[in-house]
């Protein structure tokens, strides 16, 4: 997580294409991470953090902070170690702070404690803290103890420390890969094993899911992580050429779909020398040859649909990822929209409910996402005497006018049943109607 090592370098993120996004990048100073739930705190952490030239980004909650370590390198994570009012225990903090260090053991996490946590500070420094503040704290004695962290975070001395075979080697940035899912942290902890490795990796689920994702990881901690992975799609013919003697991780997506005479030529061109992670819809359709060849591992990104709370969580980091592109506050989901969002069966995955996130926050006009927001598609479902659906080049702007319109003529013009039908407060269904002249 070293802020200029190039091997740190974020994949994109879900229908942004966003590469280690920095919108409030400070030429110097220390960019922070704050993990704290009291927002009096926050307001006075940064102001003393700003006039010391440093830049502070806050995260109230631990799925808050892990958001934005997917999407920023941070020097230091100042974390507090309870967030539930009344709870002294600290174990969240710990869970957090197990997870942090885990993703990336160099980073520099000075935690929070209450004034008689003595105890507490002692066990975050052995749980992998680099040191500890108390309440109340004199500013200037908190940022020296960042400075200091920052300072000595454990930089990795040598690449096979970094990304090579030695035990600890963990892949850099590997906290992108939000979800708090059994399967997901399964899948942590084997990138994590599996990643300095030299073994071919399968990496299979549905299209979206976050199969690159993983494959951007697997590299990102494998010994060639300094230099580009090679990326192709094997349908392609002409990528072919790109093979060649390829020494580093050489990304094949797509082995699955060729048929069987294909996939021997491919194997034949394989260079011994390269280390393979194959991108498949279904391994079942490869050659046994082809295979045993690619996938001393197989790894599997289950669909959203077996992993809700992940969707929950995903859907949150979309919304911050879209408000922070768009200029816009963060807008809350409403409970039908948190509902929809567990319920529904996204199609194109991860990718496709990052889109619908980013369309129902650019579309927000009453500072909430509801549910009729995320379903701009469902106007057939809404009436089926719908006389058109909507093409699929129709703006977003036409495509809700339609949803409207749909959702008033089945419901006899009746507002608030259509509100209802559309998971809409009868007041956002009127402000929509003006807008649509309506
Ligand atoms: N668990 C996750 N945490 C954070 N971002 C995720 C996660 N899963 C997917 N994404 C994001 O969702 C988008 C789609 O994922 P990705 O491109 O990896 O899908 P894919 O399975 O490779 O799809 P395809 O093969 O069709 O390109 C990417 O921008 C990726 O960063």
């Given at each position: 997580m070293t802020k200029h090592d190039p091997a740190d370098s974020p994949p994109s993120v879900a229908g942004q294409g966003v590469r280690d996004r920095t919108p409030h990048d400070v030429s110097s100073g220390h960019r922070i991470l704050l993990v704290d739930d009291n927002r009096q705190i926050a307001q006075a952490v940064t102001l003393a953090f700003d006039c010391a030239g440093h830049r502070v980004d806050t995260a109230v909650a631990p799925q808050e902070a892990f958001s934005h370590l997917a999407q920023y390198r941070y020097d230091a994570i100042l974390l507090d170690l309870n967030f539930t009012q009344g709870q002294t225990s600290g174990e969240e903090g710990f869970a957090c702070l197990a997870r942090i260090v885990a993703d990336d053991p160099t980073a520099a996490v000075v935690v929070i404690t209450a004034h008689s946590g003595i105890r507490i500070a002692v066990a975050a420094m052995q749980a992998g803290a680099s040191d500890f503040v108390m309440k109340p704290w004199r500013n200037a004695d908190l940022i020296a103890r960042v400075d200091a962290a920052v300072g000595k975070r454990r930089r990795p001395s040598s690449p096979s420390l970094a990304f090579g075979s030695a035990a600890t080697a963990t892949p850099a940035g590997l906290h992108r890969l939000l979800g708090d899912s059994p399967a997901v942290a399964g899948l942590r902890d084997l990138i994590r094993r599996?990643?300095?490795?030299a073994a071919g990796v399968i990496v299979s689920g549905p299209s979206g899911s976050g199969r690159s994702l993983v494959a951007a990881l697997l590299h990102a901690g494998?010994?060639?992580?300094d230099a580009d992975a090679i990326t192709i799609d094997v349908r392609d013919p002409l990528a072919w050429e790109k093979i060649g003697g390829t020494a580093g991780t050489l990304i094949l997506r797509h082995?699955?779909?060729?048929?069987e005479v294909q996939q021997a030529r491919l194997l034949d061109r394989l260079p011994a020398t390269a280390r393979t992670v194959a991108i498949v819809d279904d391994p079942a359709m490869m050659t046994p040859r082809l295979r045993a060849r690619l996938g001393t591992v197989d790894l599997t990104m289950p669909p959203l649909s077996a992993r809700h709370a992940d969707a929950l969580l995903l859907a949150r980091h979309f919304a911050g990822l879209a408000a922070a592109r768009h200029g816009r506050p963060v807008p809350p989901f409403t409970a039908s929209a948190e509902a929809l969002i567990l319920a529904r069966h996204w199609p194109d995955e991860v990718r496709g409910l990052a889109q619908a996130i980013e369309r129902a926050v650019l579309l927000d006009d009453d500072g909430v996402i509801d549910a009729a927001a995320l379903t701009p598609r469902l106007v057939d479902a809404v009436s089926p005497v719908t006389t058109a659906t909507p093409p699929l080049d129709v703006s977003l702007e036409q495509s809700e006018r339609v949803m409207i319109e749909a959702a008033l003529r089945h419901h006899h013009h009746n507002v608030s049943h259509a509100a209802a039908s559309l998971g809409l407060s009868r007041q956002a269904l009127y402000r929509r109607m003006t807008r649509h002249g309506l």
């Open positions: 599996v990643a300095p490795s494998s010994p060639h992580a082995p699955d779909r060729l048929d």
